[in-house]
């Protein structure tokens, strides 16, 4: 949702999930689980990208 809201592709998540550097976090949240936000100049704007580290997986909390 808030991808088609802010214009921004799955293309740029992705690269900012390969390339982007850590700017907040690792922090534990309430769940127990730990968030990153990962920045990257992408496709000529900046990117930003809140993620959550599971125990096997990634999962995408928001986009910025």
Not at 19 to 37: A, F, V
């Amino acid at each position: 949702m808030r991808m088609r809201e802010r214009n921004v592709s799955s293309r740029q998540i992705f690269d900012v999930l390969r390339n982007g550097k850590g700017i907040d976090g690792p922090k534990l949240d309430k769940y127990g689980d730990w968030r990153i936000k990962l920045k990257r100049f992408s496709a000529g704007r900046i990117v930003q990208v809140v993620i959550v580290v599971k125990s096997n997986h990634l999962e995408v909390v928001t986009v910025i």
